[in-house]
């Protein structure tokens, strides 16, 4: 029998939705978990993937791909790159494996949702595999962590970290389980598929892929890389299903979930990718900014998928371009003075060239974060380092769960907590849309306790440093640290002006 070509048989295979007989559509395809919108079948049946693979060729693909990168690992394996690599490098390792590791194999639970409730054979068929990308993801963010954790237990945060109550554990499952797990599967695929994966990926793997590359990282700079080409193929689920629920009268729900997580993608990656870029990256081997790929990554592209879709931008949009100027440096000072908290070492990063490169691309940051690590800065030089440390904790945000910030030293004072009282409790938020996201939704949201209140509840005992430092699970030996030998820089310069 002659062979038939792909595409002439793949939208047949594909198209699995029947009639059931012996149970109801509704108990087959729960509406709650496949389409709270109850769009008729064959509206979804019109779903139309962009990218169309068979199951012969993704195997034969994705082996190329572990072949790609696990042979890279072995001729690599002895070259001790990550011992001699510079601080700042391996907090950007660290740092990526124990927030992103785990959160890989919960986006194989996403794609499972995805595989079987989704309405459309093809979202079902993206979905199925969706799950096998993140499972080998899952997989590559463990198993390069874990050969050198015998060398230093932070890298065992790799796998470590989501089973913890470490902050940054708390505010990660809080974003992730809102956007990938907890709502019906046409949202999901948004939330997800459209804003996550599409865009904000991007900013961590590319900018981080580029830099480990001319850093020399072969290794790290193929697995990311290996790893985005799966996402940037199926996140693909979520355009056609986009464009289904604008054609069909759903675009206000479909705008309200990717406002939402947007946003909260946006805090995320302002947290993790932030410092890395501007802070923790080698001066030398810097090519942008965290900004700048922001612009380039998210702004533009997101801005002209949005226009195509006939989704409007966020409401929110002037505050985001507002925060992208501050918050990061901000976290980053955070993460920084708050580091026994954290499972990486947070360099500096503002030595006298550092904080010009800063300047220059940030203008006014001397004016407002350098006096700030002014203060830091003098106190290391006076022999004070205890007062560069944490005695308490920082407020957060009741719904992104991490730390209030503000650019220092502004005459326009920016720093603000929101509050609003539902059910005889006050909450607090960082910003507008982390309390629109909240009073949107509060049945969602209302019963989790951030660190603080827990701390407050009476949960964390002792009531000090060390009792929450042992609430997030992390030891002595683990905990970040910071030698402060950049000081040497500045202690030269007094030297020589005295
Ligand atoms: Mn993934
Ligand atoms: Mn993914």
């Not at 709650?32 to 068979?54: A, C, F, G, I, R």
């Not at 011992?83 to 194999?105: C, D, M, N, Q, T």
């Not at 046409?186 to 459209?194: A, Q």
């Not at 006014?364 to 560069?388: M, P, Q, S, Y």
């Amino acid at each position: 029998m002659a062979e038939l070509d792909r595409m002439e048989w793949y939208d047949l295979a594909r198209t699995t939705s029947w009639t059931p007989k012996y149970v109801e559509q509704d108990e087959l395809f729960p509406p709650e978990m496949s389409d709270p919108h109850n769009l008729p079948q064959d509206v979804w049946d019109t779903y139309d993937e962009p990218y169309k693979t068979t199951y012969r060729d993704y195997v034969r693909v994705q082996r190329d791909k572990d072949v790609g990168v696990y042979s890279v690992r072995a001729a690599l394996g002895r070259s001790n790159f990550i011992e001699k690599a510079p601080e700042g490098w391996r907090s950007i390792l660290k740092s990526h494996y124990g927030i992103i590791g785990a959160v890989e194999f919960t986006a194989a639970i996403y794609c499972s949702r995805a595989a079987r409730f989704g309405r459309a054979g093809g979202m079902r068929n993206t979905g199925m595999f969706g799950i096998l990308d993140e499972i080998r993801h899952g997989q590559l963010e463990f198993i390069f962590p874990h050969e050198y954790a015998k060398k230093d237990r932070q890298w065992d945060w790799a796998v470590k970290t989501y089973h913890t109550n470490n902050w940054t554990a708390i505010a990660g499952r809080h974003f992730i389980e809102d956007v990938m797990v907890t709502r019906d599967v046409p949202s999901s695929t948004l939330t997800n598929g459209f804003c996550l994966e599409t865009g904000f990926t991007n900013v961590q793997f590319i900018s981080l892929s580029a830099d480990a590359a001319r850093m020399g990282d072969y290794t790290f700079s193929n697995v990311v890389n290996s790893i985005q080409t799966d996402e940037s193929r199926h996140a693909q689920i979520g355009a056609p299903n986009l464009e289904i629920l604008v054609k069909n009268g759903k675009k206000d729900a479909a705008q309200h979930v990717l406002d939402l997580s947007f946003w909260r993608s946006w805090k995320l990656f302002l947290t993790l990718t932030g410092p890395a870029v501007d802070y923790y990256s080698p001066l030398d081997r810097r090519e942008k900014s965290f900004k700048e790929f922001m612009e380039e990554w998210i702004i533009a592209q997101y801005e002209r998928q949005i226009a195509d879709m006939g989704i409007d931008h966020p409401w929110y949009w002037d505050i985001f371009l507002d925060e992208l100027n501050y918050a990061h440096h901000g976290m980053h000072m955070g993460l920084w003075y708050w580091r026994p908290t954290l499972f990486w070492n947070p360099v500096a990063g503002v030595t006298p060239k550092e904080r010009d490169w800063l300047e220059g691309k940030y203008p006014g940051w001397n004016d407002t974060f350098g006096k700030a690590w002014d203060v830091v800065i003098d106190n290391l030089l006076n022999g004070r380092k205890e007062k560069t440390l944490p005695e308490t904790l920082p407020m957060l945000c009741n719904l992104c769960q991490l730390p209030i910030v503000a650019p220092p030293g502004t005459k326009t004072f920016k720093l603000h907590d929101h509050t609003h009282e539902h059910k005889g409790r006050l909450y607090h938020f960082c910003s507008e849309p982390c309390k629109w996201i909240f009073e949107t939704e509060p049945d969602r949201y209302e019963g989790h306790l951030s660190l603080i209140d827990r701390f407050l509840a009476g949960e964390i005992q002792p009531m000090t440093v060390p009792g929450v430092l042992n609430f997030m699970g992390i030891a002595p030996g683990e905990m970040g640290d910071d030698p402060c030998d950049w000081i040497e820089a500045y202690r030269a310069s007094v030297k020589a002006a005295s």
